[in-house]
């Protein structure tokens, strides 16, 4: 199993930026595809960005496209870490942001599974 640990979050006016990060541990092999999900009060959880397994590949939703950026830290073979930077932030980007390892790889389409890994979400609020 894979234990996925973020942090980063907090309270941001909008136009400001965050980023968060998601430390892996566990049986986390730097192969694996890795990305964010986010959830906002009432709504359901929402593809936020996408790293796939071999690393080239990223994926974004289009609400953050051109704003936020995934990129990943294999330097150490302990501990592999995915970040998320998020610039030019709005208020409609307010919610819970959760680190995902899937057991497909990303595509244009992303899909979650019964098996994939989530984190614990940490909480990003921007005020306008």
């Known amino acids: 199993q894979v234990v996925l640990t973020e942090s980063g979050g907090g309270l941001v006016q909008a136009g400001g930026s965050l980023r968060l990060s998601c430390v892996t541990s566990?049986?986390?092999?730097?192969?694996?595809?890795m990305g964010w999900f986010r959830q906002a009060p009432g709504q359901e959880r929402e593809f936020v960005a996408g790293l796939s397994a071999n690393g080239r590949v990223t994926y974004y939703g289009d609400s953050v496209k051109g704003r936020f950026t995934i990129t990943k830290d294999d330097a150490d073979d302990a501990k592999h870490t995915v970040y998320l930077q998020m610039n030019s932030l709005k208020p409609e980007d307010t919610g819970v942001y959760y680190c995902h390892s899937p057991i497909v790889d990303y595509s244009e389409n992303p899909t979650t599974g019964s098996f994939d890994d989530w984190g614990q979400g940490t909480q990003v609020t921007v005020s306008s």
């Open positions: 566990g049986q986390y092999f730097k192969n694996f595809p």
